[in-house]
């Protein structure tokens, strides 16, 4: 593995996350238990939302909110050409058909409302936005197009735990936090993430209806846990509805309660960091940061440079690679990987351009300064 100078991003692990899996060790209850509960109260309580269910992965949240809202065969769902592919596979994998909408803008990588508009048809049966690196996606407008069609929104908050929404002109959304602008929302701790525990992930929602069959598709439609008979509060069960296994475990559940204590302060860092790149990079007019407008409360998930063409950010990548700084690309367009040919259309020059000419950054908390100003002056070199 190379040995980068500046990692794309990294842990913030250390006694607290050491003395919560210790705990649990010492518990010698591994599976989902009082840790389990615990985090979603607490996950519940920093989100603002009514419900808040631990999962396996970020994954396995979208797999059940489209089992949750009755989504299946023939179904479409409107979807952002540029994500990570998981909500994309989760259609396919339920028999639904991924309806793809470009982006906003090159700067605004998150999917345009006036696509969704435009794309809604009787089969549509639920969009699925993705808050692109933190930033809010057009919630507003969003919001305004899926309650006049009627048509559930699923929130990939994915990058975005601790995103709060800033639209004071909007009582039921302004000062909620991602996860709770739509009907769903989606977590993933992923390593890579604001807040990491390996594997892991949360959905929130309002809908008691939803919280209730999530709760039971988690595992296998079982009335009861294993935890629950344990505690002696039942010694059977029926299964109620066909589910799956995407529990999460206690050890994880402790690791993503020490990191979601630590989560505000972290999600500051980045956000000072963020400014710091925006202020060394406006020397270079021809290069745009991402959201370098936006006026929310971002989580700063991804600093994202969108270069003027193909081969400066080939050029850039190189330059970076070779000072060992890590770069990544978030992401190629959905619709142009082999597996979704089918699904293919010639409409998306927005999300095409930006899968070619994006760039991701290094962030992360314990990133200096002086971290941004090395990688700024790379930059520079390939003008
Ligand atoms: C935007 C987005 N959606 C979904 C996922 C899937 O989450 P997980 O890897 O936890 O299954 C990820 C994480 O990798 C992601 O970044």
Redesign the pocket.
Known sequence: MAEWRIPLSDLDYGAEEQEAALRVLSSKWLSMGAEVEAFEQEFAAFAGSKHAIAVA??????HLAFMALGLGSGDEIIQPAI??V??SNMTVAIGAIPIFGDIIDLTEPTLDPAEVDRRITPKTKAVVI?HYGGYLCRMREISEICRRNQIPIVE?A??AVGARCVDPAVKHLHGKMAGTLGDIG?F???S??NMATG???MITTARDDLALRIRSMRSHGMTTLTWDRHRGHANSYDVESHGYNYRIDEIRAALGRAQLRKLTENNEKRRKLVSEYKKRLSSLPQWKFCFSEYEGESACHLAVLVAPDESSRTRVAQLLREARIQTSLHYPCIPQFKAFETYRTDDLPKSIAFAGRAITLPLYPSMTPADVEAICREIAKAQ
Do not use: Q, R
């Open positions: 992965n970020g994954t396995a949240a979208l994500n990570f998981a909500a993705m990939d994915c990058h989606c993933s701790f992923f890579n993430k594997e892991g992930g």
